[in-house]
């Protein structure tokens, strides 16, 4: 099912940088639908169909070599506006004729303050008394800029920091303005898409809920759907979307693994059962993934028992519900984005992970994914717009796998029980001292140590509980919250005093990286 949102949109063609999502969600800001497609997309029937203006994404590829990616030279004689990022902006220089070297000597990375030069509608009200502070990552520099084109911007090593061509509406941008560390970056982009693109608002959450509503009226829909209910955003917001449409044909699996933090399973389900009057069939095999993660203690073995276990109980639970046509799943754009990557390349695997969404390829079901075109704030938003609880919109994120990763080393139910509890408490506290929502995550682990104590003249030997409690804007970079001196002297005492089992509290205090959020 695909979705056709808008009447002007920001094409953003991607050439393998870390931050491309970032130009896509800097627009979607603005209230504009913008959307991310590799290269070789554009050759596409349709592909430029009602767009407003053209952005080229840095990437790690360079233009020096016999090989590098390229754009169809029609592209630059559409009328379109054009922008280039770091690479789009050497793509750009090539395609015209300029020089670029590479520079080990030259390169830039991090903060550098650039120069104005002279006055253009893209700079408008960018600088601050002529001057502003921007964030560079590139080693290949413009030498000569092409025929027609002007410099509008220069640092001490990129003398061509902004480039125009004026008269075809192109332009190049060394510096990346989609990162926070650019200074008033926003601007240059808004201009980019309001003052040369004259691109229309057209971007509200609220448009897209209206749209993903007529969108299921559109299916023909005798059959049933199918979705895992996890009580994470995505799926919660998958499932209510579904429900305000189909309510009759939505069947939501619960698969309850033993693995979910302390009463987190009766909590969604009653809430999603007797709110929102969600038709759920729930399943309970939580001594089935126990037993098969007896004395496994390696962290990608857990993480793989639990995985395939998960998909073959959903699936032999879906049999068992008649006339399922299709399969609702919580795919978010920055999935769908990963997917078609713009060089190919495939990132090293540092953990398998498990997600609900994408499992089932096997059952041959027709897919509904109603948030593909959405980036995670979009999707809470959108759950506010339908009805759901804060409580569950601002949830800390929570793995697949669930306490199994938390747990270090072998799993029993004794450890699970402990942990749970230890997390509770913590948990709670966070949100009794207004500090939950200052923090993009945050959970108790149970370590496979065991250390000495003293609690009332006796001697203990008991397990040390990790807490964990970091700030991000989207896992994946993270660094410690900062906790008042009152909160850490505190905590300490309210989870050794409640939990039998922990003698000792540990706060861990690494950044990701070199560290990962979770511990396995
Ligand atoms: P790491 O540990 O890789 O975690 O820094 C980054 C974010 O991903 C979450 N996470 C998972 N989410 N299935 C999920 O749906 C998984 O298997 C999984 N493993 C880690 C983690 O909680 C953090 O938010």
């Given amino acids: 099912m695909k979705?056709?949102?808008?009447?002007?949109?920001?094409?953003?063609?991607?050439?393998?940088?870390?931050?491309?999502?970032?130009?896509?969600?800097?627009i979607r800001d603005f209230?504009?639908?913008?959307?991310?497609?590799?290269?070789?997309?554009?050759?596409?029937?349709?592909?430029?169909?009602?767009?407003?203006?053209?952005?080229?994404s840095g990437g790690?590829?360079?233009?020096?070599?016999?090989?590098?990616?390229?754009?169809?030279?029609?592209?630059?004689?559409?009328?379109?506006?054009?922008?280039?990022?770091?690479?789009?902006?050497?793509?750009?220089?090539?395609?015209?004729?300029?020089?670029?070297?590479?520079?080990?000597k030259k390169r830039e990375y991090g903060r550098t303050q650039i120069k104005k030069r002279k006055n253009s509608t893209i700079t408008e009200n960018f600088y601050i008394k002529k001057k502003n502070e921007v964030w560079m990552s590139h080693q290949d520099s413009?030498?000569?800029?092409?025929?027609?084109?002007?410099?509008?911007?220069?640092?001490?090593?990129?003398?061509?920091?902004?480039?125009?061509?004026?008269?075809?509406?192109?332009?190049?941008?060394?510096?990346?303005?989609?990162?926070?560390?650019?200074?008033?970056?926003?601007?240059?982009?808004?201009?980019f898409v309001f003052k040369i693109c004259k691109t229309k608002k057209n971007w509200k959450t609220s448009n897209y809920k209206k749209k993903i509503i007529e969108n299921f009226k559109k299916i023909n829909n005798k059959g049933k759907i199918i979705c895992a209910l996890s009580g994470g955003v995505d799926s919660s917001v998958t499932a209510l979307a579904i429900n305000k449409v189909f309510k009759k044909?939505?069947?939501?699996?619960?698969?309850?693994?033993?693995?979910?933090?302390?009463?987190?399973?009766?909590?969604?389900?009653?809430?999603?059962?007797?709110?929102?009057?969600?038709?759920?069939?729930?399943?309970?095999?939580?001594?089935?993934?126990?037993?098969?993660?007896?004395?496994?203690s390696d962290p990608e073995k857990k993480r793989k028992i639990i995985g395939k276990l998960f998909i073959k109980i959903f699936e032999k639970e879906s049999r068992k519900i008649k006339g399922i046509e299709y399969l609702a799943q919580g795919t978010l754009y920055p999935d769908v984005i990963e997917s078609k990557s713009a060089t190919g390349s495939h990132t090293s695997k540092i953990k398998s992970h498990h997600n609900v969404g994408g499992l089932p390829k096997k059952m041959k079901l027709k897919l509904i994914e109603p948030l593909r075109d959405l980036f995670k704030d979009e999707v809470r938003r959108l759950g506010i717009s339908l009805g759901l609880k804060n409580e569950i919109v601002y949830r800390h994120p929570f793995p697949g796998p669930g306490l199994a990763i938390r747990i270090l080393g072998k799993i029993t139910p004794r450890k699970i029980k402990i942990l749970q509890e230890a997390d509770?408490?913590?948990?709670?506290?966070?949100?009794?001292?207004?500090?939950?929502?200052?923090?993009?995550?945050?959970?108790?682990?149970?370590?496979?140590?065991?250390?000495?104590?003293?609690?009332?003249?006796?001697?203990?030997?008991e397990y040390t509980c990790l807490l964990r409690a970091v700030t991000s804007t989207d896992g994946m970079t993270a660094d410690y919250f900062s906790f008042p001196k009152k909160f850490i002297d505190n905590i300490s005492n309210k989870i050794i005093n409640n939990v039998i089992g922990i003698n000792r509290v540990v706060y861990d205090i690494t950044s990701k990286p070199p560290s990962t959020i979770e511990l396995e």
């Avoid at 940088?17 to 800097?26: D, E, G, H, P």
């Avoid at 639908?33 to 349709?46: A, C, F, R």
């Avoid at 969604?268 to 709110?275: A, C, M, Q």
Wanted: charged share 20%; hydrophobic share 40%; glycine share 6%.
């Fill in 3 to 26: 979705i056709d949102h808008a009447k002007n949109k920001i094409l953003i063609i991607d050439f393998g940088s870390q931050v491309t999502k970032l130009i896509a969600r800097r």
């Fill in 249 to 296: 044909n939505l069947v939501c699996v619960m698969v309850d693994t033993g693995l979910m933090r302390k009463n987190e399973f009766e909590d969604i389900y009653n809430l999603f059962k007797k709110r929102y009057k969600i038709n759920i069939k729930l399943v309970n095999h939580s001594s089935l993934f126990l037993n098969k993660l007896k004395n496994v």
């Fill in 142 to 191: 413009i030498t000569q800029i092409p025929k027609n084109f002007f410099t509008l911007a220069s640092s001490s090593n990129s003398k061509f920091a902004i480039i125009e061509n004026k008269n075809q509406n192109i332009f190049g941008i060394q510096f990346h303005p989609e990162v926070s560390h650019t200074n008033r970056g926003s601007i240059l982009l808004k201009n």
């Fill in 424 to 461: 509770y408490i913590f948990i709670n506290e966070l949100k009794k001292n207004n500090l939950y929502s200052k923090i993009w995550q945050a959970y108790a682990a149970l370590l496979p140590v065991k250390t000495v104590g003293v609690m009332g003249d006796t001697r203990t030997y």
């Fill in 31 to 56: 209230g504009v639908y913008s959307e991310i497609v590799g290269p070789k997309e554009l050759i596409k029937k349709n592909a430029l169909q009602n767009v407003t203006g053209l952005i080229f």
């Fill in 60 to 104: 790690p590829s360079t233009v020096t070599r016999k090989k590098f990616p390229k754009i169809p030279k029609e592209i630059f004689t559409l009328n379109i506006p054009i922008l280039g990022i770091c690479y789009g902006l050497q793509l750009i220089t090539k395609v015209f004729g300029g020089q670029i070297k590479s520079n080990t």
